[in-house]
């Protein structure tokens, strides 16, 4: 498939304006960077992330008040909305690192049990001094407990009806809405059922999920992060310097990915998207793919520097950006495309993900052409004093 036969675009004839644009984004996320900052994902700066969904709508601020009133100073709350069920009621809870935490992913447990408790406390008039227990958050283990408390010997009945609760509920969203729905599940004996109505409650949110990260792993994942950047940048500058044995390419190589990555991350940063482990991993992917378009234009140039020796420079870049120029729309346009698919119905989940990859795929096709070959050609003028291939 060709969309071009022998085409001859004077690409580089336009580059001070496109450099210019450059100058411009990567500016613009500069300061979006310093003054804005990411807005990391539980994953660097610790703490914990708790999903919870209502069987009603219930006010952002309202939860806030309660969790502010009970200790939790610096929550952040704000709804999550689910691709799959865009009517369901979520909450999603950002709990900062508390003082006296230990760095055990078992603190996960801890924190969400507090938050429960506070929430259970402001929200639903103090029911859990009652010590009743509430069937849309006891677990298996903590409700077959209870029951064989107070039915005892009667193993069966009460197996049989752990496993139709905890199925009823996740089949309806993780929430049962009413203590009459409770008691009309299939599955549960009458003798269940009348412990349920003096011992059990049906609060008003179920847990989603749940992740905690130490604080001192977030902060070592941080800075791991930044090595890992600024790592492959490195890399990728000392490779191309020897593989295409001039340091022109290489000092070009990493102001593109530089260039690439700034630009993803000034992205990340204006949208306010969450900058998590799967960001990171776009951005080293951005890289990756960046590079090797790169190379592929480089390639071309070595080899029209054999047959057509004592062009200039711009022209020798110019006529190899126009003889890959096919390779690059197929190539490109092929996984902008998929990207896109990913960005528009991957979900929340993936939504920062695919957002960066967007945004770095289409930078990195642009700068092999207006960041990648403008380097090397000032380079080797302004430096090497050589105008010609």
């Known amino acids: 498939m060709e969309f071009f036969h022998n085409p001859n675009f004077d690409f580089l ?43 009603q709508d219930t006010g952002v601020d309202q939860i806030r008040k ?21 009517s369901a009621h979520d909450i999603l809870i950002r709990v900062p690192p508390q003082p006296g935490t230990s760095e055990e992913a078992a603190e996960a447990g801890d924190v969400s049990g507090k938050v ?7 929200l639903l008039g103090g029911e859990e001094a009652t010590g009743r227990i509430d069937l849309n958050l006891a677990g298996a283990t903590e409700l077959r407990k209870a029951l064989e408390v107070a039915l005892p010997h009667q193993d069966s009945m009460i197996n049989a009806a752990v496993d139709a609760i905890t199925a009823y509920r996740a089949s309806h969203g993780g929430l049962i809405k009413s203590m009459d729905e409770a008691r009309g599940i299939t599955g549960v004996a009458p003798e269940v059922s009348a412990w349920m109505k003096d011992h059990a409650v049906v609060g008003g949110f179920a847990i989603r999920s749940v992740d ?28 191309i310097w020897f593989r295409f044995d001039k340091l022109a390419y290489g000092i070009s190589a990493a102001v593109t990915l530089a260039h690439d990555a700034i630009v ?72 902008i495309m998929m990207v896109l698919v990913l960005w528009l119905f991957g979900g929340s989940r993936l939504n920062p993900f695919s957002f960066t990859l967007l945004v770095g795929v289409i930078t990195g096709t642009y700068s092999t052409i207006y960041i990648s070959s403008p380097v090397v050609i000032w380079w080797r003028t302004l430096v090497e004093k050589k105008t010609t291939a």
């Not at 429960?116 to 402001?122: C, K, N, Q, V």
């Not at 950047?229 to 890399?235: D, E, K, M, R, V």
């Open 66 to 86: 309660v969790l502010t009133e009970r200790g939790f100073e610096g929550a952040q709350i704000q709804t999550a909305r689910r691709a799959e069920d865009p």
């Open 116 to 122: 429960l408790s506070a929430l259970r406390a402001g």
């Open 264 to 335: 993803a991350l000034g992205a990340v940063s204006l949208s306010g998207k969450e900058f998590d482990l799967t960001v990171l991993a776009a951005i080293l992917t951005i890289v990756g793919y960046s590079i090797n378009d790169t190379i592929v234009t480089f390639d071309r140039v070595r080899e029209n520097v054999k047959h057509r020796r004592g062009i200039g420079l711009e022209r020798l870049f110019n006529d190899s950006i126009n003889q890959t120029l096919g390779r690059t729309i197929l190539t490109s346009g092929l996984v």
């Open 212 to 239: 905690y990260v130490g604080p001192s792993v977030g902060k070592e994942l941080k800075t791991k992060a930044t090595y890992a950047i600024l790592g492959s940048l490195l890399a990728m500058l000392a490779y």
């Open 13 to 55: 004839g336009k580059k001070a304006y496109f450099v210019g644009l450059s100058l411009v984004l990567t500016t613009l996320s500069i300061v979006s960077l310093a003054t804005r900052g990411l807005q990391y994902g539980i994953d660097f700066r610790g703490g914990a992330d708790v999903v919870l969904t209502f069987a």
